[in-house]
């Protein structure tokens, strides 16, 4: 399983940085945001995956399981 993870890794970081999603390369941009932080929003994607926006570095990274968990209390 650590194998197949190493191999699909890159590909999912080359989607993130065309701002794509890993799961179904739906363009993250046209997602609904939702405030999160000070510089942070959370994105959900139409597959049901979710994304940090980082405002100041201009890039998105996937939600980590405590992220996504605060953000859906706070909903």
């Given at each position: 399983?650590?194998?197949?993870?190493?191999?699909?890794?890159?590909?999912?970081?080359?989607?993130l940085?065309?701002?794509?999603?890993?799961?179904?390369?739906?363009?993250?941009?046209?997602?609904?945001k939702?405030?999160?932080?000070?510089?942070?929003?959370?994105?959900?994607?139409?597959?049901?995956?979710?994304?940090?926006?980082?405002?100041?570095?201009?890039?998105y990274?996937?939600?980590?399981?405590?992220?996504?968990?605060?953000?859906?209390?706070?909903?």
């Open positions: 399983m650590k194998t197949f993870k190493n191999l699909i890794a890159p590909f999912q970081r080359v989607l940085a065309k701002r794509l999603c890993p799961g179904c390369t739906a363009p993250l941009d046209k997602m609904q939702h405030a999160f932080n000070g510089t942070e929003e959370i994105v959900i994607c139409s597959c049901r995956r979710m994304f940090v926006y980082d405002r100041t570095a201009d890039c990274r996937r939600a980590t399981f405590r992220e996504a968990e605060e953000f859906s209390k706070r909903a």
